[in-house]
């Protein structure tokens, strides 16, 4: 019925979707498979996109060639550039998104991709022979073959719904449940665990009072996602609103927490600790008066509300009670009450760096079924899972990103040498070289590498090389171009910074805080005449680097020393428990997670400077 595929992916949400983008792009024959071929990419909590430290992951997705920013793009209702008021290494940009839209404009563009086949089934098993995936059984008992094998299983592997005391089957609620995989994973000697998430109530926006909420509005000058030309930034936005909970509304909730599912033992996983329920928050931050909640539209045309920060599985009389107290919300009406939801995952310790799983050669995990939470965080492991089965099933080299490239390299690495007992969301905090990884330069970072093993196509090349030289030159004519004290005084008096007696180089006064390189154009005729030849993302590239120059330098120099450890190959047939020098802890945790550089080993919880100094000498150093 089916030709062999070069890769199969089952599953088409966030990871899946990239997985299969990524793979078909680069060459490889793709076959597609979901449950439900209208749920593609569905958003299946909030309407949003980015974030803190998730922003700066879309971006490099969209920097590798993958989809995630085009289509958020497309389909935003709303911008935001968060953390403005601090440096550029915390910028994060995100969008409110049309939910409907969202899933519509994905299957479109995967549609549109040339090698992409698509199928509607459950898959109940794996083709397996000789330690390497051949493909897939689906719940009709249809076999497909494929050389690779991409599992991007979502929320759905044995999940389980819970609402009160009410508990179901399901991956979401109204979809089934995925069975079989787990399973024969545990038969072929796979580690799994359990974990939960949760969502809030979608509400009737026309039962909701505004007047009683504060308006939260996008961005005047909005920016985008996509450094392609595929996207434009919004002319119109929708606005999020925001209220609080209140002591009321906190023991109203209470009187549900003994038919909680959470608090009654019926649930056994953990929950994203930085994605708290509501019932989690009352009981960790029980010294709290209140807590945000965001009101936030589900789309251009519908009136149905995703109230983010009241995530619940309280029974539903429980959930109306509490939100008909809540300032805006005493008449609501709900559409679906929240529910948290239990599901199988695979502790990613079991993975390599390229998420081909230590097992079983030629099969890849992506997503949620590796424990972490977020579409962001889902779609980067989908995209760098396609771009190596391709890799893989060519024969060609893989491909990795370190922690000083990507936060996708950071997630990836906490990942497989960390592992996580809990839902994994990526943060700033985690990434050690945030001034090198900013949203602003992931193009300069990435296209380049994604260029060379095929996936970023020639146009976006040209651009990220149009845009590095254009900074050289921005920067040349800053550092050489002196300003007047007539000119630039007026406008460092006015932004209350000290003025100047002499001639000075413009590169000194953008120098300083608060100061911009527009506010420098402004002391210079010359300067503004020629910043008018480059875009805006050119301009505020040569602007940071030259602000934050030093800084970078070092961060540079700090993360360059850390590479030569990564340079140090272990193989993978280091017999750890050989090396008597190593702390009995060292070679149990190196015998299981085996590193493949010096610098992963470094990073495992339990390793010290002295194993790292046996290793050293152990591999000719």
């Known amino acids: 019925m089916f030709k062999e595929y070069d890769v199969i992916v089952v599953g088409a949400g966030h990871a899946g979707c990239e997985a299969a983008a990524a793979a078909a792009n680069m060459g490889s024959s793709v076959m597609l498979i979901t449950m439900d071929m209208t749920k593609i990419a569905q958003m299946s909590c909030n309407p949003a996109m980015g974030g803190i430290a998730k922003g700066q992951i879309v971006r490099e997705i969209d920097a590798l060639g993958g989809y995630s920013g085009i289509v958020s793009d497309k389909t935003a209702i709303q911008f935001r550039m968060l953390n403005r008021s601090k440096g550029p290494a915390m910028w994060s940009p995100r969008t409110q998104n049309d939910r409907a839209l969202f899933t519509y404009e994905w299957r479109k563009m995967l549609e549109q991709t040339l090698n992409v086949d698509f199928f509607q089934d459950m898959v109940k098993g794996l083709i397996v022979n000789n330690g390497k995936v051949c493909g897939v059984v689906t719940g009709m008992g249809i076999e497909i073959k494929g050389k690779s094998v991409v599992l991007t299983n979502g929320t759905f592997l044995n999940g389980l719904i819970h609402i009160g005391e009410k508990q179901f089957g399901g991956g979401r609620v109204g979809e089934k449940a995925a069975t079989g995989i787990t399973e024969q994973l545990l038969q072929l000697g796979f580690e799994s665990g359990r974990m939960k998430t949760g969502t809030p109530p979608r509400i009737d926006g026309r039962s909701l009072d505004y007047s009683k909420m504060e308006e939260q509005k996008g961005d005047e000058e909005p920016c985008k996602f996509s450094y392609s030309d595929q996207t434009e930034p919004l002319k119109k936005q929708r606005s999020c609103y925001l209220t609080y909970t209140s002591e009321e509304v906190h023991d109203i909730l209470k009187t549900g927490f003994d038919k909680s599912p959470m608090y009654a033992g019926r649930i056994q996983g953990l929950g994203p600790r930085y994605c708290p329920s509501i019932e989690d928050k009352i009981n960790r931050f029980s010294d709290k008066e209140r807590h945000q909640l965001f009101i936030e539209p589900e789309g251009w045309e519908t009136v149905e509300v995703y109230l983010n920060g009241f995530s619940t599985s309280l029974p539903e009389d429980v959930q109306i009670k509490a939100l008909r107290k809540i300032k805006g919300l005493e008449g609501v009406k709900m559409f679906r009450p929240g529910y948290a939801i239990e599901y199988d995952y695979f502790p990613p310790e079991q993975l390599s760096n390229t998420l081909q799983t230590r097992r079983i050669e030629n099969l890849f995990f992506a997503g949620q079924i590796n424990g972490t939470t977020g579409y962001e965080e889902a779609a980067c492991q989908g995209l760098m899972a396609g771009i190596n089965a391709h890799l893989k099933v060519k024969n060609a080299k893989p491909f990795v990103l370190s922690r000083a490239q990507a936060y996708i390299g950071v997630l990836i690495d906490d990942l497989i040498t960390k592992g996580t007992e809990e839902p994994y969301r990526m943060f700033t905090s985690r990434a050690e070289y945030r001034i090198l990884l900013r949203q602003d330069n992931a193009d300069t970072r990435l296209t380049p590498l994604s260029y060379e093993i095929g996936l970023a196509k020639e146009d976006r090349f040209k651009r990220v090389n149009e845009?590095?030289?254009?900074?050289?030159?921005?920067?040349?004519?800053?550092?050489?171009?002196?300003?007047?004290?007539?000119?630039?005084?007026?406008?460092?008096?006015?932004?209350?910074?000290?003025?100047?007696?002499?001639?000075?180089?413009?590169?000194?006064?953008?120098?300083?805080?608060?100061?911009?390189?527009?506010?420098?154009?402004?002391?210079?005729?010359?300067?503004?005449?020629?910043?008018?030849?480059?875009?805006?993302?050119?301009?505020?590239?040569?602007?940071?680097?030259?602000?934050?120059?030093?800084?970078?330098?070092?961060?540079?120099?700090?993360?360059?020393?850390?590479?030569?450890?990564?340079?140090?190959?272990?193989?993978?047939?280091?017999?750890?428990?050989?090396?008597?020098?190593?702390?009995?802890?060292?070679?149990?945790?190196?015998t299981k997670f085996k590193p493949k550089t010096l610098g992963q080993a470094s990073r495992i919880s339990g390793i010290n400077p002295s194993d790292i100094s046996v290793l050293m000498v152990h591999i000719g150093r």
């Not at 413009?506 to 503004?528: C, Q, T």
């Not at 680097?545 to 970078?552: F, P, R, V």
Request: hydrophobic letters at 30%; charged letters at 35%; zero cysteines.
């Open 467 to 590: 845009k590095i030289k254009g900074a050289k030159e921005i920067t040349s004519q800053i550092k050489n171009e002196s300003l007047e004290p007539s000119k630039i005084n007026p406008i460092l008096t006015d932004l209350g910074s000290m003025e100047i007696d002499q001639k000075v180089k413009a590169f000194s006064i953008l120098s300083r805080p608060n100061i911009g390189i527009k506010d420098v154009a402004k002391g210079s005729e010359k300067i503004e005449n020629y910043l008018e030849q480059f875009d805006a993302e050119t301009i505020e590239k040569a602007e940071i680097e030259m602000k934050y120059e030093g800084y970078i330098q070092k961060e540079q120099e700090t993360a360059n020393k850390v590479s030569r450890l990564e340079d140090l190959i272990l193989h993978d047939n280091l017999d750890y428990h050989s090396l008597k020098s190593l702390s009995t802890e060292a070679r149990e945790k190196l």
